[in-house]
């Protein structure tokens, strides 16, 4: 078992969380879990790291000024480190949020009858069904049917979830947000995207 996450990192976090458009805050928790890699409470001095280096690396990307060359390098990096990483970093996260996007269908939901089985689950570090990875930070999108779901309700409540940088929860409209309930485990990650009616 992990010692808990250093009380600096979780304040790093929320910094960030604060202020999604800015680069400061991640480059100082970059340069935090470089200098405090052995007391940051995470499973390791490699894995901390690691994060720094991701989160320097996909800054880096998002600048609008990046040359085709040295893009083409950051973006190697940037691969060898999630398919090192992302799947200890988001445990069960991709695979049930994939889940809730394809169910099975068919006549046999309700009992008996034919059910096509879901589409199979194939775990892409870079990002997949619902999440991605955005300079070191973790983004979460959710449909309101999503809310309830006791294994990412677990996830969300778990030390993985401290990464999240925002959790988008796709509305309908306006009406809809005042139907939605909320876990109290996604509050501190929750955002919101509203679509019309007519895309949602």
């Known amino acids: 078992m992990n010692p808990p996450l250093h009380p600096d990192l979780l304040g790093l976090l929320a910094s960030c969380r604060a202020a999604p458009a800015d680069d400061t805050p991640r480059l ?12 940051a409470g995470l499973p390791s001095a490699a894995d901390a790291r690691a994060r720094a280096e991701l989160i320097r690396v996909q800054v880096e990307l998002a600048r609008p000024t990046l ?8 973006r190697a990096r940037e691969g060898r480190l999630l398919a090192a990483h992302a799947a200890g ?3 069960v996260l991709p695979r049930r949020l994939h889940e809730l996007a394809h169910p099975p269908f068919g006549f046999g939901r309700a009992g008996g009858g034919v059910v096509s089985p879901p589409r199979p689950f194939e775990f892409n570090p870079l990002g997949g069904v619902g999440w991605r990875f955005a300079r070191g930070l973790l983004t ?3 449909r309101p049917t999503d809310l309830g779901d006791p294994e990412l309700g677990a996830w969300f409540a778990s030390p ?9 929860v796709e509305l309908s409209g306006p009406g ?3 139907r939605l309930k909320v876990p109290d485990a996604l509050r501190p990650y ?3 995207e509203v ?6």
């Open 28 to 39: 100082v928790l970059a340069d935090f879990l470089d200098e405090h890699a052995d007391a």
């Open 67 to 74: 040359d085709a060359g040295h893009a083409a390098g950051l």
């Open 89 to 91: 970093w988001l445990g």
């Open 140 to 142: 979460v999108g959710l």
């Open 160 to 168: 993985r979830a401290v990464w999240t940088e925002e959790a988008a």
């Open 176 to 178: 809809a947000l005042e």
């Open 190 to 192: 929750l955002g919101r």
């Open 195 to 200: 679509r019309p009616a007519t895309l949602g």
